[in-house]
T-cell receptor
């Protein structure tokens, strides 16, 4: 069963606008972690932000913030003031189990974000 | 800061040949993961190691094997290569204790099977 769902295959956004990338997840484990990774056309996988299931506050890292709605099982990524360099594929991912767990992470199908000048 | 190192970065092999991909984790990271990303797809987990022991196994073909060595580097051995093995292979690492919780990915090895 698909555990990470990204319903937006592609998005176009004007430079300097904010953008929200959607992600919903499914798990029965009360302890889990949610991640967002950025993959530019060069191929590398860049870690952006992490949210633990027990974290009380939404995670933020610079222009990135994670809108974590636990009851709705959603973990949307918000990028403020988008830049041309933000054009990339974005993957939402999840690890089941506590942070100390060596569990693998599973990825969603990704959203390709294109920033227009 | 040191990052995960993967070698080679690019590899071209013919069908039925063998390939060995290497991964050097970030210092003090004792857990290593391998992922395979086919063209236009999301990364799929293959196998992981913790303290030189296999800790989890995903959709790794029997033609593939992997191990983690005493210095924590890992190698993915692929035999009887098929066209469908053409993909970007990522290695990721993380420490087993404390933070960070995220897995740090290497730049990937792009394998092309002809």
């Amino acid at each position: 069963a698909q555990k990470i769902t990204q319903t937006q295959p592609g998005m176009f956004v004007q430079e300097k606008e904010a953008v929200t990338l959607d992600c919903t997840y499914d798990t029965s484990d009360p302890s889990y972690g949610l991640f967002w990774y950025k993959q530019p056309s060069s191929g590398e996988m860049i870690f952006l932000i992490y949210q633990g299931s027990y974290d009380q506050q939404n995670a933020t890292e610079g222009r990135y913030s994670l809108n974590f709605q636990k009851a709705r099982k959603s973990a949307n990524l918000v990028i403020s003031a988008s830049q041309l360099g933000d054009s990339a594929m974005y993957f939402c991912a999840m690890r089941e189990g506590p942070g100390s767990s060596a569990s693998k992470i599973i990825f969603g199908s990704g959203t390709r974000l294109s920033i227009r000048p | 800061a040191a990052g995960v190192i993967q070698s080679p970065r690019h590899l071209i092999k013919e069908k039925r040949e063998t390939a060995t991909l290497k991964c050097y984790p970030i210092p003090r990271h004792d857990t290593v993961y391998w992922y395979q990303q086919g063209p236009g797809q999301d990364p799929q987990f293959l196998i992981s190691f913790y303290e030189k022991m296999q800790s989890d196994k995903g959709s790794i073909p029997d033609r593939f094997s992997a191990q983690q060595f005493s210095d924590y580097h890992s190698e993915l051995n692929m035999s009887s290569l098929e066209l469908g093995d053409s993909a970007l292979y990522f290695c990721a690492s993380r420490p087993s204790l404390g933070t960070p919780h995220e897995q740090y990915f290497g730049p990937g090895t792009r394998l092309t099977v002809t």
